[in-house]
């Protein structure tokens, strides 16, 4: 069958079982729609965990910058993997325990402060807003490719089947599609590594296939991998550091800490029924993710040399330009992939010199999306992956504007400006809310700000030096006063936001990026993206620092740290 | 706090500190700061740092969450604090 009829075929398949699935679980209760009513199977809870938290980012882009990094896209790898570690051990269970609806809600409860519920929902509306813009664009993306469809259009459909699920369905329905999202992503992802992995190496695990001989020879795929790079120009690329092991360090502990103070993946382990499911969750959710995670590394090596041999077949013997093959064509097409024959040979010069490189634009993205064609897979290999993409930006989107309009039904209007509402109305107030944020997510999905390729560095930081801290503080010390609590948000909130500006600029506005973004002027030479573990100490010290010289919190919140901190047994705050 | 929970928590803390070390050890230590190191050990096609760095101490991280959720359940049980 044709490539573009198969690729409509087995996206629609699984948009009708998105849809079948909506129907299906609607939500009837706030209870319901903010936390699934509460009874998540923690396995399944896993999944939907799992399919939350790996975006178009994970799926589409990251194999692709482990490809062109080496060792230095490690960082991704251990940095959005390590990160469920923190959260098992240190916030699931006892925010699960705490059993309300957000994460807000705790850190206003927690710090008996409205003030700090609001530093709260900036904090998180923010970082969600933010993340929310590049799920967006990876729909639209994923449609105009794919199906040929233009990118607004494609988007206008993406818009359709989350709105349609989130906003009758809540938690419950998305849950339950992210489940199914789940499977269609991971799927879409191992089966192509499965085969090239095959080709290559002859295992079919690509994870061993990554440490396996080639086919026919006894030279590792690694080894041949670091020769070729070399004799090109290019790092080693088992040993290459992204700038260097500081900045490592740094960039790691941003991505872990990061990852656990992420209100959409948080806010998952509300929806299952015990303290203990929170726990085991947490672990089904990583067996999920790395299943994807240990697997990208193999995808990434795989591309890097399928492409570099298509290229250049063996040492000196370039290929010819009109001898490419059709995927090269095709993506030329796109404007991902682009050729400029600077020396007129005809041939395809591809080298880490800048002067004589021929290749001048290898995008990121193209390594899984061009991967199964550039391995000539057969064309049902290629509609999965499309159909994956989708799934990972739809699921992960739809987490984000669940975490998103809960802070704005919840948290803003039932628990600041309209207290008095019933449930029946917040219920009502929370899918309007829903609804607004999908529209919303839409606008800036049509209107992509300036400031959009910044976005990751803005949302993990914020999580990592805002949330987090504030969430780890409030179950681990009774001590830490709401003054603390808010100076200590503010404080790595500004100096986060600060360095990200001075040196992309102000809203990531090149111009005015005051300190310019040169690595001389990085402080202990420490990307800007890096630096939310730097905002993280400071939001610590200084709400420690100031705990000391404010009043103590009151009794009944002492009493309050002490009940999260056992599973068994009511919690003694009122309930609002 | 009562003083069985107390112990409860302090016991929860030791198992926490323990475990946090093996993940401080076999991401940030084997994957960034030794990397080098055990670069110089080969297994199969992998250097050893290479491997802890984009392999291994994923491995490591789930297997770590189950052993603290199994031990944790031990403990919520010996506590009688289980819900």
């Known amino acids: 069958m044709e490539l573009q009829t198969l690729t409509y075929l087995v996206v629609g398949a699984t948009f009708g079982l998105y849809i079948g699935i909506a129907i299906w679980a609607r939500a009837g209760s706030t209870k319901e729609f903010y936390v699934a009513g509460g009874g998540i199977h923690p396995v399944a809870n896993g999944m939907a965990t799992a399919a939350d938290w790996m975006s178009a980012a994970s799926f589409i882009s990251m194999a692709g910058m482990i490809a062109f990094m080496g060792y230095g896209g490690s960082v991704f790898l251990m940095g959005w993997t390590g990160g469920f570690v923190l959260l098992a051990l240190l916030l699931a269970p006892y925010l699960r325990k705490f059993g309300k609806f957000t994460v807000p809600e705790f850190i206003g409860d927690r710090f008996y402060s409205r003030t700090a519920r609001i530093v709260a929902v900036i904090c998180l509306i923010v970082a969600s807003v933010t993340y929310v813009i590049g799920q967006m664009k990876g729909i639209g993306v994923a449609f105009s490719r794919f199906l040929e469809v233009s990118y607004d259009a494609g988007l206008f459909i993406g818009m359709a089947i989350v709105f349609f699920y989130a906003v009758l369905g809540g938690m419950k329905g998305i849950t339950y599609t992210q489940i199914a999202q789940y499977c269609v992503l991971i799927l879409a992802y191992t089966i192509p590594a499965i085969f090239i992995s095959l080709n290559l190496t002859g295992n079919p695990f690509p994870q061993l296939g990554l440490g396996s001989t080639l086919v026919g020879t006894d030279t590792f795929l690694l080894d041949r991998l670091d020769q070729v790079v070399m004799e090109l120009g290019w790092a080693e690329y088992t040993t290459s550091a992204r700038l260097n092991m500081t900045n490592m360090f740094a960039y790691t502990l941003s991505l872990m800490i990061g990852t656990a103070g992420l209100p959409h993946v948080i806010i998952r382990f509300f929806t299952v029924p015990k303290v203990a499911d929170a726990r085991t969750s947490a672990g089904w959710a990583l067996v999920f993710i790395a299943i994807l995670y240990t697997t990208a590394p193999a995808v990434a090596g795989m591309a890097r040399l399928n492409l570099m041999s298509t290229i250049e077949p063996s040492p000196g013997q370039h290929l010819a330009y009109d001898d490419r093959p059709a995927w090269f064509k095709n993506w030329e097409k796109t404007g991902l992939l682009q050729f400029e024959d600077k020396n007129g040979d005809g041939l395809i010069q591809y080298t880490a010199d800048l002067t004589t490189n021929e290749m001048v634009k290898v995008d990121n993205d193209i390594m899984v999306l061009a991967n199964p064609e550039i391995a000539k897979l057969p064309n049902w290999v290629i509609a999965l992956v499309a159909a994956g993409g989708l799934a990972a930006a739809l699921s992960t989107a739809a987490g984000l504007l669940l975490a998103i309009s809960s802070a704005i039904s919840h948290d803003l209007l039932k628990g600041v400006f309209m207290p008095g509402i019933t449930e029946k109305q917040e219920l009502m107030a929370s899918r309007i809310a829903m609804a607004a944020a999908i529209a919303m997510a839409g606008y800036l999905g049509f209107n992509p700000p300036d400031f959009a390729a910044g976005t990751v560095a803005l949302a993990f930081g914020l999580a990592a030096s805002s949330i987090f801290p504030a969430l780890m503080m409030g179950i681990f010390s009774h001590r830490v006063t709401k003054e603390g609590a808010i100076a200590g948000m503010i404080a790595g909130l500004c100096v986060t936001l600060l360095y990200v500006f001075q040196h992309k600029g102000i809203m990531f506005i090149a111009d005015t990026s005051f300190l310019g973004d040169m690595a001389p002027n990085w402080f202990l030479g420490i990307e800007p993206n890096a630096f939310g573990a730097v905002g993280a100490i400071i939001n610590f010290a200084v709400a420690a620092g100031v705990s000391k010289v404010t009043a103590e919190p009151p009794e009944d919140i002492r009493r309050m740290v002490e009940n999260i901190r056992v599973p068994s047994g009511a919690i003694a705050t009122q309930d609002h | ?83």
């Open chain 2, 1 to 83: 706090m009562s003083t069985s929970n107390n112990a409860y928590w302090k016991a929860n803390l030791r198992l926490m500190f323990k475990l946090l070390l093996v993940w401080f050890v076999v991401s940030f230590g084997f994957g960034i700061l030794l990397f080098d190191l055990l670069n110089t050990i080969q297994i199969g096609g992998y250097k050893l740092g290479f491997w802890f760095a984009q392999q291994g101490s994923i491995y490591v991280f789930v297997a770590l969450i189950f052993i603290y959720s199994r031990k944790m359940a031990k403990l919520d049980r010996q506590f009688g604090v289980e819900e």
